[in-house]
T-cell receptor
Framework: DSGVTQTPKHLITATGQRVTLRCSPR?????VYWYQQSLDQGLQFLIQ???????AKGNILERFSAQQFPDLHSELNLSSLELGDSALYFC?????????????FGPGTRLTVL | DQQVKQNSPSLSVQEGRISILNCDYT??????FLWYKKYPAEGPTFLIS?????DKNEDGRFTVFLNKSAKHLSLHIVPSQPGDSAVYFC??????????FGQGTTLQVKP
């Protein structure tokens, strides 16, 4: 158990819909990262937050947005969903923004868009 | 543009033998490299890391080697155990937290 929790575990929805994925970081960690893993792909970095502020952006679509709240939990919002958005979405947390801090991953949310 | 590549999608080894997983990268600005292990239905778990100022880091049965001139790193597992069967991802980063992951190599260790 990494200490990072993600809800829900599975999500099935239709094209055009909007969903929210939730992540609670490990106790004491201030940084939260979101990654997407599509079929047969590695993990693609989406976005990083540190103590409530956006710190880095990767290949995140404009239809996707995220935020980190004062209690440090984070939400990833996916809107106007397309079939290609079906993937595993992982959240990770680390102590700070240092690249040498270990990132601890949650179990992921499997999103299926029908 | 795949900055981190794991060219072998799968690897099968006998229990007790050495497993060698390989990873290549293209960006010479990466200064930190990691290996993560992933079991089905779980998130990736950190295994071992190496800074670009080193060429080897060892932790028990796991050793990571870094060849900066070749932009290549490898993970050695000795001896391999059936419980090591999993997907292994290499990742690279700079002094920020953003990590670039390879596509993963599925390791099967046969009893």
């Amino acid at each position: 158990d990494s200490g990072v929790t993600q809800t829900p575990k599975h999500l099935i929805t239709a094209t055009g819909q909007r969903v929210t994925l939730r992540c609670s970081p490990r106790s004491g960690d201030l940084s939260v990262y979101w990654y997407q893993q599509s079929l047969d792909q590695g993990l693609q970095f989406l976005i990083q937050y540190y103590n409530g502020e956006e710190r880095a952006k990767g290949n995140i679509l404009e239809r996707f947005s995220a935020q980190q709240f004062p209690d440090l939990h984070s939400e990833l919002n996916l809107s106007s969903l397309e079939l290609g958005d079906s993937a595993l979405y992982f959240c990770a947390s680390s102590l700070s923004t240092s690249g040498t801090d270990t990132q601890y991953f949650g179990p992921g949310t499997r999103l299926t868009v029908l | 543009d795949q900055q981190v590549k794991q060219n072998s999608p799968s690897l099968s080894v006998q229990e007790g033998r050495i497993s060698i997983l390989n990873c290549d990268y293209t960006n010479s600005m990466f200064d930190y490299f990691l290996w993560y292990k992933k079991y089905p239905a779980e998130g990736p778990t950190f295994l071992i890391s190496i800074s670009s100022i080193k060429d080897k880091n060892e932790d028990g049965r796991f050793t990571v080697f870094l060849n900066k001139s070749a932009k290549h790193l490898s993970l050695h597992i000795v001896p391999s155990q059936p419980g090591d069967s999993a997907v292994y991802f290499c990742a690279a980063g700079r002094n920020t937290g953003k990590l670039i992951f390879g596509q993963g190599t599925t390791l099967q260790v046969k009893p």
